[in-house]
């Protein structure tokens, strides 16, 4: 089977870190000069402009709900056989964050789902969504399937994610297996971890995060969501702060965003809590299966509406047709009333 190398929590990792270190601008000003450096070399904008179709306004992350689409691409020539051609996104994650209470879900999409892509106007697997039509097409399918706006997204490879986790000096975290796994060069057996609390380096971590041999996808994900919290925790510690430059200089060569540094350091509240950075998990059910035309994960219809459902309360997000209506019976009504 071929190495699946990206995990979702590096490219959530790197936007937590830009976000958190810009926010905490009083540790150092040429921290925060650098991450302000780093964010407008990675500035990218969509074809569509600053605003989602699904939006009657654009939003100010500073003071509105907002949504962020977490996308994880291996772009390595051995994956897509030639530099030039698109590749496939490994991992999507669609954060929404509610600027009333401060909280964020992670919806983790995967790879493997069936779902329709406006870019070629049929069914396929979401991933096929970047290599068809790049991060344009995957926020197009994204918002087609949740029907919840994309607002920003933010797209690395797995470049960045070794050398991201070894200038922290490793995570520690609960191993809760043992693994043999390929490292990143696809060594096989190179990476061998025992059940356990410990110190990870980067190649442990990634192997910790791609397997998916010893559990189930939605298992998998979880595993990498609290990786998530792990890499940041560790990011923002005295520790991690004394190697930023290492991880800046990592994260700013394999990262495209369409936020702009101030939009990123508007975040900090929900990173600079009291009670610390948490976010609540969710996952797409469903099952794998073969139909004609290969493999795929088919999502269950009432767990996405209801994932859907949850996503929109939680961006705070009406129905803009029920309102249409709303307004049209209105104005019906009052010209009955006048005509009486």
Partial sequence: MKLKKLTIFLWTAAFLVLAGIGAAA???VYLTDQVKETATESHEEL???GMSDKRVEEVNPAKDHTSVLFIGIDDSEKRTGQEELPARSDALVLATF?????????????RDSLTYIPEVGYEDKIAHAHAFGG????VQTVEQLLDVPVDYYVRLNFNSFVDVVDAIGGISYDVPFDITEQNSSDTAGAVELEEGYQTINGEEALALARTRKYDSDLARGDRQMKLIQQIFDETMSTKGLNNFDDILASVSSNMK????????????DYFLQKDGFTFDKMQLGGEGGFTGHGWYYQVNDEELTAASQTLKDHLNLSNPLAKDDEMDN???????NNSM
Avoid: C, H, W
């Avoid at 600027?99 to 919806?107: E, F, G, T």
């Avoid at 991060?135 to 995957?138: N, Q």
């Avoid at 209105?330 to 009955?336: L, M, T, V």
């Fill in 330 to 336: 209105f104005s019906n009504g009052d010209e009955n």
């Fill in 47 to 49: 074809d569509r402009g």
């Fill in 135 to 138: 991060v344009d097409a995957t």
């Fill in 257 to 268: 965003t369409n936020l702009t540094f101030d939009e990123m350091i508007s975040f900090k």
């Fill in 98 to 110: 509610n600027q009333d209470d401060k909280s964020i879900k992670m919806l983790n999409i995967p």
């Fill in 26 to 28: 009083g540790y150092a």
